[in-house]
């Protein structure tokens, strides 16, 4: 049955963006912190959690599996409360499919923490999570010891049987991708022995730092982590601090709207997340980070911008992508106003989110008169600082929240409304984003 079309219309700020805010808990912190006190042993105590789809998702996916979880929604929006984990006795037969909505983390995350149980649990997720890849995971794990039903699926749905005799193993991971690398950690805490993965270029590392605050023995470094197995996870205490991939939007907002100023505080400053800092810095924007502290290993502290009239192209190199591997779509959208061309390399990993972003980001800037292509695997913009929007454009969220975010933009920063089809999409990682955004125009 075809999906009901919902349109939103983005009317332009009516003043620039001013002060100091806060954005929701990190969506890949907040994912760990839950799985990972939910394997644990104990009571563990969770903050900032992250109060939007995607996390509700994991949340209900261990609660399928026996956590407790008594998460309560504080006054600044996010979750915060204990969580009981399976520990020792391990996660209970499901009496149903998993099913993990839109989130590609649950689903991959959760193969990994299945893998050393004697349990069978088929898991699915809604039509864009069931066209993604899956081999990528399945296929270490399967050296591993653990059985996939059907053995060689691609994709969601699949039915997983952990092997209580899991072998450690050494794997050269074929892309940098911390979902993959997690999958793999997480089964190693099972298996006897050291499990390591290497992978050609650093990806976030948030599964490396946290895993030692749960007891668990790990090494990292820069394109390799190991853990050391079996081993049960013991409860812990886990703040989130504020997530820079919702903070990029309210930050290119701010460069883009003549004469904004904004500060997002208490948000992480993990090197391996805000590269989108450093690419804006180098397409000459008026931005900067200010160290505050630590929520436990993840660094945090206060992304500042100020609107720049003029912004360059750069080229962003093959090793810098994962860390702006979220951020490229609204990268692309501040590229298409910057004087120059911006080459983005090696990008292709972005065919496998939530939708394929690539055609999204040529289709979506073609509507606004941005010329955008691929060459191999590099997407080249073509920018034009002097860009008048037409009037009436309709932009495609293709039900993806970080395309519906970024296309808002447009319409936020221009003269003109444009059109946002299935803009409720955003309620996968930010669901109060517009509210943020018009809060800081008052
Ligand atoms: C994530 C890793 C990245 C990222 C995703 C969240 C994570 O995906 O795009 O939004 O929490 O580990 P890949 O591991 O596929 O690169």
Not at 23 to 38: E, Q
Not at 118 to 134: A, F
Not at 428 to 440: G, K, Q
Request: aromatic share 4%; with cysteine.
């Amino acid at each position: 049955m075809a999906q009901k079309v919902e349109k939103t219309i983005i009317e332009p700020l009516t003043a620039p963006l001013d002060g100091s805010t806060t954005v929701p808990g990190d969506k890949s912190i907040s994912h760990r912190a839950v799985l990972f006190s939910a394997m644990a042993e104990g009571t563990s105590r969770v903050s900032g959690i992250l109060d939007a789809e995607d996390v509700r998702s994991t949340i209900s996916a261990v609660q399928d599996l026996g956590a407790e979880v008594s998460l309560e929604k504080q006054l600044d929006g996010s979750l915060a409360g204990g969580i009981t984990g399976w520990g020792s006795a391990g996660p209970q037969q499901p009496k149903s499919a998993i099913n993990c909505g839109n989130s590609g983390t649950t689903a991959r995350l959760l193969m990994g923490t299945l893998a050393p149980w004697p349990i069978t649990v088929e898991i699915t997720g809604d039509s864009s999570l069931c066209k993604r890849p899956m081999r990528r995971i399945t296929a270490p794990l399967m050296k591993m010891g653990v059985h996939f039903d059907p053995a060689g699926a691609e994709t969601l749905p699949i039915t997983e049987t952990g092997d209580t005799k899991l072998k450690s193993i050494v794997y050269d991971a074929p892309m940098s991708s911390a979902q993959l690398k997690t999958a793999v950690l997480l089964a190693g805490l099972g298996a006897k022995g050291k499990t390591t993965l290497n992978e050609p270029s650093p990806s976030r590392n948030h599964t490396e730092l946290m895993l030692p605050e749960y007891g668990a023995e790990t090494t990292a470094a820069e394109r390799t982590a190991s853990v050391k197995g079996p081993f049960t996870l013991k409860a812990a205490e886990v703040h989130v601090p504020g997530d820079p991939s919702s903070a990029a939007f309210l930050i290119c907002t701010a460069l883009l709207k003549e004469g904004s100023s904004i500060q997002v505080e208490g948000v992480s400053l993990n090197t391996a997340r805000i590269g989108f800092v450093r690419t804006l810095e180098r397409m000459g924007a008026d931005i900067s980070t200010t160290h505050v502290g630590m929520a436990g290993k993840e660094p945090y502290g206060i992304i500042s911008a100020c609107y720049t009239a003029l912004l360059r192209g750069c080229e962003i190199p093959a090793d810098k992508i994962a860390t702006i591997i979220d951020e490229v779509p609204v990268l692309s959208l501040v590229a298409a106003f910057a004087q120059g061309m911006t080459v983005f390399r090696q990008v292709s990993e972005l065919r496998h989110k939530e939708t394929d972003r690539i055609a999204a980001i040529i289709e979506g800037l073609g509507v606004l008169g941005v010329d955008a292509w691929m060459d191999g695997d590099d997407l080249f913009i073509e920018g034009q600082p002097n860009l008048v929007l037409e009037e009436g454009l309709e932009l495609d969220s293709k039900r993806d929240h970080r395309l519906a975010m970024t296309w808002a933009l447009a319409g936020l920063c221009g003269k003109t409304p444009v059109t946002v089809t299935n803009f409720d999409s955003v309620k996968v990682s930010f669901p109060n984003f517009l509210d943020a955004i018009t809060r800081m125009t008052q």
